[in-house]
């Protein structure tokens, strides 16, 4: 009866290892949110435009505008860098409130703040010009909110233009039949379809 007992444990114990296993696996492979994302995905991009604000400070700077550059970097007062890229602006804010407080002042209060973000789509489609950023935006997505390629609109060579005039080709009639192909956003892209000659 034991040994019954014991067959039977160890069938129990192989099945539910075989069933865990795949599971295990599987979550191992999954993508993680991106580092510093907090779960969000309204994170700050390269070539964005933001405005920081350290108020509550005697003599304080003005107000800053700076643009995100190209390696995720924004330069302010005292000359002090941080990198803006990939953070929310509440975690951007937290960072630089933490070195400026208690090293040079004992309060001050700090707000980063986003400029409306854009994305500019131009050339032959069929209502080119600039749309909002929301994430996850994607390069058919901003085409078809520009009401799609139009009559003349070469879908083969469709260029991404970002920050740093660093620029990217896209077969997007490859991309409209495998989505993997089609390319993310960021604020300030602009596309351009060219025109298709016969």
Sequence with gaps: MK???????????ALALATLLPLAAALAQAPS????????????????????????????????EVVISEDGKITLHLD??????????????????????????????????QEERYVYVGGFVKSPNRYPFTPGLT?????????????????????????????EVVDCKKALKDPKLDRPLFPGDRIYVPRRFF
């Design 139 to 167: 390069l058919l997505k901003a085409i078809s909110s520009a009401g799609d390629f139009s009559e003349f609109g070469d879908k083969t060579e469709v260029t991404i233009t970002r920050v740093g005039d660093r620029k």
């Design 33 to 64: 949110a991106p580092k510093g994302d907090s779960g969000s995905t309204d994170v700050l991009n390269a070539g964005e435009r933001i405005v920081v604000i350290l108020s509550d400070i005697p003599n304080g700077p003005p107000p800053q």
């Design 3 to 13: 040994r019954r007992f014991n067959t039977v444990l160890a069938g129990w114990f």
């Design 80 to 113: 002090k860098t941080f990198t803006a890229a990939g953070k929310t602006r509440s975690q951007l804010e937290k960072e630089i409130k933490e070195y400026y407080v208690p090293n040079f002042y004992t309060r001050m209060t700090v707000t980063v703040k």
